[in-house]
């Protein structure tokens, strides 16, 4: 994840240090703020039953971060593939 993020630094430009950042807080910014191509390596890295779970739960929460575009799409997403 380390070196995932590290590459990625635009995703987190507000972050002083990225490789601190939690595997959720992680997950959550390629969703939001990445590309297609970033969200499919993380794919490969963590695998689609990961991110969906993580991402079921982020939406859960009462104080979400999501955009409704963003998360009616992975939501749509997750529910076929996962």
Known sequence: MDNFIEKRKYLVWDVKNPR???ESSII????KYGDWRDF?????ILGLKKI???????????????SSKTKK????YFEKYV
């Open 20 to 22: 601190k950042l939690s």
């Open 28 to 31: 959550e910014a390629c969703l």
């Open 52 to 66: 969906a779970s993580v991402f079921r739960s982020q939406i859960k929460k009462k104080r979400c971060s999501y």
């Open 73 to 76: 799409y992975f939501t749509l």
């Open 40 to 44: 499919q390596i993380l794919v490969k």
